[in-house]
């Protein structure tokens, strides 16, 4: 009988005899379909962690509501802080909601999935054993680093939609009301809180690749997300000191709050085109580190 390359294996599994393609691969062998995006979607919303953060997310809303209760609404002074105007209708709640998560509620959820995603097969000692399979190393970041961020996308999204909801339900649905007096309502307050979801998504940027960076030089997950943490605060602190005077704006959360300036008569892009620019500088900088970093790791767990 001729030879085909391959014989039964156990269970009439294939059994590779030694012919390879025409690469030095194994017959078969493609590098693209290893670790599938589906494949690693499904492995992190299994995640303890995942499920936790979406669900405290999905919950904030009602926790806000429950502490709104215990206290007296505004007093309707046309200019008054957000938390005065928070109980005002649910364009309001969801500002003010987003306004106290965006500086570090939001920043460690979106650690938790760009830091996590890496340093936890190390500490499981599964990160060699997929590269053994073989996964291409940088399939492997391309791949966990997209997911990630769609979680992170998810994430963000999920937050103000469930605080819209649940702000509508309880305090109705009002226009939007700024701290100046003004109002905004229809299709542009539906506009301008996407911009606001947008911006913020975009400034988080720099957190999840600072995130990645340190999840690739360690095997422990609570230290690359609590590293990257660690520095968001540090880079607010920094931030708030005005003798660096124009040095602050080096400092990649200088413009983390800059979605606020949605809430005006007008748009004002400046600062926000500034932050995102930033962002998506210093993010590309930090994801090329990671890259360069993984490529030449001596994969050891």
């Not at 030089?217 to 602190?237: F, H, K, Q, W």
């Not at 800059?258 to 926000?272: F, P």
């Amino acid at each position: 009988m001729p030879a085909t390359g391959h014989s039964e294996g156990l269970e009439g599994i294939p059994a590779f005899t030694g012919e390879s393609g025409p690469d030095g691969s194994a017959p078969g062998y493609r590098a693209r379909r290893t670790l599938g995006l589906r494949v690693e979607a499904r492995r992190q919303l299994t995640r303890r962690r995942t499920q936790i953060s979406l669900g405290f997310l999905a919950l904030l809303p009602f926790i806000l509501v429950g502490a709104f209760s215990f206290g007296d609404p505004g007093d309707g002074n046309p200019q008054t802080a957000l938390v005065d105007l928070a109980t005002s209708g649910a364009a309001n709640f969801t500002v003010f909601t987003l306004f106290v998560s965006s500086g570090f509620l939001l920043v460690v959820i979106v650690a938790l999935f760009a830091g996590d995603t890496v340093a936890s097969e190390a500490s499981w000692s599964s990160l060699r054993y997929l590269l053994a399979v073989p996964v291409p190393r940088s399939a492997l970041l391309r791949r966990k680093l997209a997911v990630a961020l769609g979680y992170c996308a998810f994430a963000l999204v999920l937050l103000p939609v469930m605080t819209f909801l649940v702000g509508g339900a309880f305090y109705g649905w009002e226009p939007l009301k700024t701290p100046l007096g003004g109002t905004i309502s229809g299709s542009t307050l539906a506009w301008r809180l996407i911009i606001a979801v947008a911006y913020i998504a975009v400034s988080l940027l720099v957190v999840a690749a600072l995130a990645f960076l340190i999840g690739v030089y360690t095997d422990a997950p609570l230290g690359a997300v609590g590293g990257a943490v660690m520095l968001v605060i540090l880079s607010n602190i920094l931030d708030s000191i005005t003798a660096l005077g124009q040095w602050r704006r080096f400092l990649p959360t200088h413009y983390s709050l800059a979605w606020t300036d949605v809430l005006g008569s007008e748009v004002v892009w400046n600062s926000m085109v500034r932050g995102a620019l930033w962002s998506i500088g210093y993010s590309v900088a930090l994801l090329a580190w990671a890259w360069w970093h993984f490529d030449q790791k001596d994969i050891t767990s």
